[in-house]
């Protein structure tokens, strides 16, 4: 008993002041993309060619960028000869919607709230159920992680019940895949009304690394309505936290400091 | 005289022996007989002109060779699973992949779930609906769980055939998070493949991209300066690392000892950041690349690495210190899920499982590649085979992995540049086996006239394992369960591909 007190000093207390305080991220974090304008020369397509899951599309000699399907894999800023893709260290990138999911000209629509009654039932309590539906384990490992006590998420009342019928909402990870459908299915069925969806990961927003694949959708969004999208492959801890926190209403800032 | 390949060489597919089935059997049975491993057992079409070819590789893991031998079947084949139980799942993939069936194979039912790829008209059975085993009897009950679990896990599908609370056998059947990544990376590698390679088993990102990586790199005849070879070898422990401390924390968790639990939640989120000093990405995403690595790293920064590594190493030895200095979680874990060395050998089973039950084997030692070919590398083993060995193992091979990194500190060169690969070569076969933190990853790839994939073989450690977990459960408390499955924590998606 003595030994455990003690081991439990030695540990220290872990818990990260965020959303008080920004997070420390690594030096080579690939958080929100840009392109540097005055560096893109318009009209080569480097980055484009080299995207694995086609996420980069040019309109109006524009790169716009499809973060639903992007990996945030490093290959398009190693392919552009001029140096105008970067990563930034931005890790909010969670919205409401699939066409806010991309870059382009217009600025990037961060997650809002919910509405008034999902967001009063929800807001200081959101139990949540994580449904795995194909995928890598990746985004699992990523949302496992919120449980600990670096991220605590049960200080803003979010947590994770093992059974649907307990649930407010579904985490759903992975391209849905054939043999996952009828179970997920089932599983948000059993979900009590007003509920709420959420896709973490490349995959459920678009199928990810298997767009088209001949056994797996492509994403959730064809077969449920999906309340908020969170980009990544995975998506960082920190991205799936600050987009719940957005999507309870319980933080607003688009400012970083 | 069959042919012997070496860890990530190639060797021409015409030098392949084309043996009769009876005798591909036979000399498969013997090898393994006489102490050899099947590393893959796999049927493919890579030629027109037959209807399935065969194809085995056997690891001789005191010599570090494989043997590769093939056949051609049409409808059927005499069944290995009688003499060499270890072909068990593999004889149950070829039936699922190609319908042909191995004659005599007891048990021969789908393990993914998918329609055969070799005819177009018959489906794919429902998934988990299948001929499961059953215990009859008027107190005998059946417990069924899953394909969604009540974590934030994987799905798959377990039967429990019990008396009571005992565990008379339990069936795993799997197959929801099929992907059909090997059919995607046919007529490959192309701009998908290592996306495909990374998301294989998101928890070995590193582990099956370095598989890859030394496959096509043997391929092209393209050699990778050992600077480069180091950090790959330093990403791959760090993954080690991870996942060995989170799966101590989440044992500690199943038998209720909450403060290890708590610990090591935290411990294997700096292992993770480690990771992504390297390259960004927590999970090794973007890191392993074909020719060497994506990202260079200079002195200061491993330094800065080995710093955090040792003072996290310290943390990580009072979380684990605490867990056997506390006999209630020593007595939950000795004597519970012990499998024989004589059944781990039997099932085939490889890595840590294996070499918790007492069967020294690890590729690191046995197949050494990459920056594990330049010192001899201590292969370490339990004895029991039960929780407490697998969980003990995890420990010792944590200790040895940070001893590993720590270790490269004097002879680390910065500044390496990753090489240009060139074309594969044509008409190929070559084998490329990691020591993932699960145990061997094996890749095999078959190239066709213009040196592009042919065939593209993955076998996660997991498929070779599963098994052994079902075996492990016989005759134990079904509340035991999610300890004994913990103690393996096998991949779902790396077998269901």
């Given at each position: 008993m003595i030994k455990?007190?003690w081991?439990?000093?030695k540990?220290?207390?872990?818990t990260i002041?965020?959303?008080?305080q920004e997070p420390r ?7 929100l993309?840009s392109i540097?304008?005055?560096r893109c020369p318009?009209?080569c397509s480097?980055?484009v ?5 086609d996420?980069?599309?040019m309109k109006?000699?524009q790169?716009h960028?499809?973060?639903?399907r992007c990996?945030?894999c490093p290959e398009?800023?190693?392919?552009c ?6 990563f930034?260290d931005d890790?909010r990138m969670a919205t409401?919607?699939?066409d ?5 000209p217009?600025?990037?629509?961060l997650?809002q709230p ?6 009063k039932?929800f ?5 949540l159920r994580?449904?795995?539906?194909g995928g890598?384990?990746?985004c699992?490992?990523?949302?496992n992680v919120l449980e600990t ?10 947590g994770v019940v ?6 407010d ?7 849905v ?6 179970a997920l299915e089932k ?11 959420i896709?973490?990961?490349a ?8 767009i088209?694949?001949?056994v797996a ?5 064809n077969l449920?309505?999906?309340d908020?999208?969170?980009p990544g492959?995975p998506p ?5 936290l600050d987009?719940l926190l957005?999507l309870l209403?319980?933080r ?6 | 005289?069959i042919?012997?390949i ?8 015409c030098?392949?022996?084309v043996?009769d089935p009876?005798?591909w059997?036979q000399v498969i049975?013997?090898n393994?007989r006489?102490?050899d ?7 493919c079409?890579?030629n027109?002109s037959?209807p399935?070819r065969?194809?085995?590789?056997l ?9 590769v031998?093939?056949t051609?079947?049409e ?5 290995l699973?009688?003499e ?7 004889e ?5 992949q190609?319908?042909i ?7 021969l039912?789908?393990?993914?779930f998918h329609a055969?790829y070799?005819s177009?008209?018959?489906t794919?059975p429902p998934?988990g609906?299948a001929d499961?085993?059953?215990l009859?009897g008027n107190?005998?009950?059946e ?9 934030v896990?994987?799905?798959?599908h377990?039967?429990?055939q019990?008396?009571g609370e005992?565990?008379?056998?339990l069936e ?5 998070q099929?992907?059909a ?5 046919i007529?490959g ?5 290592l996306p495909?390679?990374?998301t294989?088993a998101g928890?070995?990102t590193v ?7 030394q ?8 050699t990778?300066?050992?600077p ?7 990403a791959l422990?760090?993954?080690r ?9 989440a044992l500690?968790g199943?038998v209720g ?9 935290r411990?294997?989120g700096?292992?993770?950041n480690?990771?992504?000093e390297?390259c ?7 890191f392993i690349?074909?020719g ?6 200079d ?5 800065g690495?080995c710093?955090r590594?040792?003072s ?6 009072s ?5 056997w ?13 012990t499998?024989?060395q ?5 099932l085939g089973l490889v890595?840590?499982a294996?070499?918790?039950?007492g069967?020294?084997i690890d590729v ?11 010192e001899?590398f201590?292969v370490?083993?339990?004895?029991k085979?039960?929780v407490?060995s697998?969980a003990?193992?995890r420990?010792?091979e944590?200790?040895q ?7 490269k500190q004097?002879r680390?060169?910065p500044n390496?540049v990753q090489?240009q690969?060139g074309?594969l070569?044509p008409?190929?076969?070559?084998v490329s086996?990691?020591?993932g933190?699960?145990?061997?990853i094996?890749?095999?790839?078959l ?7 042919a065939h593209?073989?993955i076998i996660d ?8 977990l ?14 004994c499955?913990k103690?393996f924590?096998?991949?779902y ?5």
């Open positions: 455990s007190l081991t439990r000093l540990q220290h207390h872990r002041a965020f959303p008080k991220l690594p030096e080579k974090f690939r958080g993309p540097v304008q005055s318009k009209h480097e980055c060619t080299s995207c694995p899951t996420a980069i599309t109006d000699k790169p960028w499809d973060l639903g990996l945030f398009c800023s190693r392919a000869p001029h140096g105008a893709v970067l930034t890790y409401r919607t699939r806010n999911l991309v870059i382009g217009k600025e990037y629509g997650a919910l509405e008034d009654q999902r967001r039932l807001g200081k309590s959101f139990k994580v449904v795995s539906a890598c384990n990746g699992e490992v990523e949302t006590i670096v991220f605590d998420i049960g200080r803003f009342g979010i093992a059974s649907p019928r307990h649930a909402g579904l985490i759903i990870t992975g391209p895949t054939h043999n996952m459908k009828s599983t948000y069925r059993a979900v009590p009304d007003p509920k709420v969806v896709a973490v990961g995959c459920a927003i678009s199928g990810g690394p298997y088209d694949s001949p959708n492509n994403g959730v969004g449920l309505s999906v908020l999208y969170i492959c960082h801890p920190l991205t799936i987009g957005r209403g319980r607003y800032s688009t400012s970083r400091r | 005289m042919p012997t070496k860890n990530s060489k190639w060797l021409p597919l030098d392949v022996p043996l009876s005798s059997r049975v013997q393994v006489e102490g491993r099947i590393a893959a057992l796999f049927g079409t890579h027109a037959v399935v065969l194809y085995a590789l690891a001789r893991d005191g010599q570090g060779t494989l043997s031998l093939c051609d079947v409808k059927d084949y005499p069944s699973t009688p060499c139980p270890q072909a068990h799942w593999f149950r993939e070829i039936f699922e190609w319908n069936i191995p004659q005599g194979h007891q048990w039912k789908p393990i993914r055969p070799a177009s008209t018959k794919s998934i609906e499961f085993f059953q009859l107190e005998i009950h417990v069924a769980v899953g394909p969604v679990h009540a974590g896990i994987e799905p798959g377990f039967r429990f019990c008396h005992d565990v008379y056998h795993i059947s799997l197959g929801y099929h992907r990544i090997e059919h995607s990376l007529g590698p192309n701009k998908r493949t495909y390679m990374e294989l928890d070995t582990g099956h991209t370095t598989a890859y990586c496959l096509v790199e043997s391929l092209a005849g393209c990778v300066s050992s480069l070879l180091r950090l790959r070898a330093i422990e760090c993954e690392l991870a996942n060995h401390i989170g799966d101590l924390g500690a199943d000892f909450l403060p290890t639990a708590s610990f090591c939640g411990i294997r700096d292992f993770l480690l990771t992504a390297l960004g990405s927590r999970l090794g995403r973007g690349r074909p060497g690595v994506a990202f260079e790293l002195t200061s920064a491993f330094h690495i710093e590594l040792t996290v190493s310290h943390d990580a030895r979380a684990i210190d605490l867990l200095n506390t006999a209630s979680v020593v007595a939950r874990f000795e004597n519970t899920g499998l024989s004589a059944a781990a050998r039997d890595g840590l294996a070499r918790a039950s069967v020294k690191r030692k046995d197949f050494p590649c990459g920056a594990y070919a330049d001899p201590p370490q083993w339990g004895e085979g039960d407490y697998r003990y193992l420990w010792l944590i200790l992995s940070i001893h590993f990194i720590i270790d004097e680390f060169v390496a090489t690969i074309n070569q008409s190929s076969l070559a086996l990691v020591e933190w699960r145990g061997e094996c890749h095999v790839g190239t066709d006239d213009q040196g592009k994939f593209y073989k450690p997991s498929f070779h394992n599963w098994f052994g079902a075996m492990a459960m016989r005759n134990q408390l079904i509340s035991d369960f999610p300890l499955n103690s924590n096998l991949s998606c790396g077998h269901d591909l």
